[in-house]
């Protein structure tokens, strides 16, 4: 499976990095977003060039969180898959809960009627609830929900689903893409006792938001955990070499990884 990102920026960035979202390209030629921010009409147009409407080739979309820069496309791609006859619904892969918050918090006011009709989330897409830390499959690759911090309030915090993802057989290691998250060494040294490569939210800015997990930060993970790293969701022009730090590298936007193996 070939894992594409179609931005590497953050919420504010520039479309010469655009959002951090991701194309997954299975054997078949299936693609799976993983997020679908408000750049994604841009992006995606750049990722599949060949196509002048490439909504029609998404089969599935996995949402992490509820942020806008990754469910701001969402009323697009529901709408103009939707007025579609040729196209089926996309699967919606996503954490139960946070499934229900999209619904019924974000996406409700602009999908909830259209003319003559009530409408629902289902009937624009093909829903797949998962549990937080439950696993689904898409192209004999299996996407176990890892539940990450992203926004504490004390009170009702905010989560981001990561995704490990693996081939279904076990038989290749597996590879950690950690959506938007604050920084969690604990967390991430237990996961890099199994996964070869993290993808990891890397904020570059002067001041810490603290709702990522910051540069500072990240360098003071073990060297060995470093080594499996990729950074993304920068800010524009980072003035930092990470491999200086013993990182992989700042990911490019367009930049191409597959699982059981890497490419650039
Ligand atoms: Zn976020």
Redesign the pocket.
């Given at each position: 499976m070939k894992i594409t990102f179609i931005g590497v920026g953050s919420?504010f960035t520039t479309p010469d990095y655009y959002q951090s979202n991701l194309l997954l390209t299975a054997p078949s030629g299936r693609k799976m977003l993983v997020d679908c921010g408000t750049d994604i009409r841009f992006s995606l147009r750049e990722a599949i060039p060949e196509s002048a409407m490439p909504y029609e080739m998404i089969d599935a979309v996995y949402i992490s969180?509820l942020?806008s820069?990754?469910i701001g496309g969402m009323e697009w791609v529901a709408f103009q898959t939707y007025f579609n006859p040729e196209q089926p619904r996309p699967r919606l892969y996503m954490e139960e809960v946070t499934m229900r918050e999209m619904w019924h918090t974000s996406l409700k006011g602009g999908l909830g009627s259209i003319e003559g009709k009530r409408m629902h989330l289902t009937d624009y897409f093909d829903c797949r609830p998962a549990a937080s830390g439950g696993s689904f499959i898409w192209e004999s690759t299996r996407f176990t929900l890892v539940r990450m911090e992203?926004v504490v309030t004390g009170y009702r915090d905010f989560y981001?689903y990561g995704l490990l993802m693996e081939a279904a057989d076990g038989r290749q290691p597996p590879i950690f893409f950690t959506t938007?998250t604050q920084y969690r060494p604990h967390l991430i040294r237990d996961i890099a006792q199994d996964a070869t490569l993290i993808l990891h939210d890397c904020e570059t800015s002067p001041v810490k938001s603290v709702?990522h997990a910051h540069y500072q930060d990240l360098r003071e993970l073990p060297a060995e955990v470093r080594a499996r790293m990729w950074l993304y969701h920068y800010q524009p022009n980072p003035e930092i070499d990470p491999e200086k730090d013993g990182f992989r590298g700042f990911v490019s936007k367009g930049q191409e990884f597959h699982l059981g193996g890497e490419t650039s």
């Open positions: 919420a969180h942020h820069d990754h992203h981001s938007d709702v």
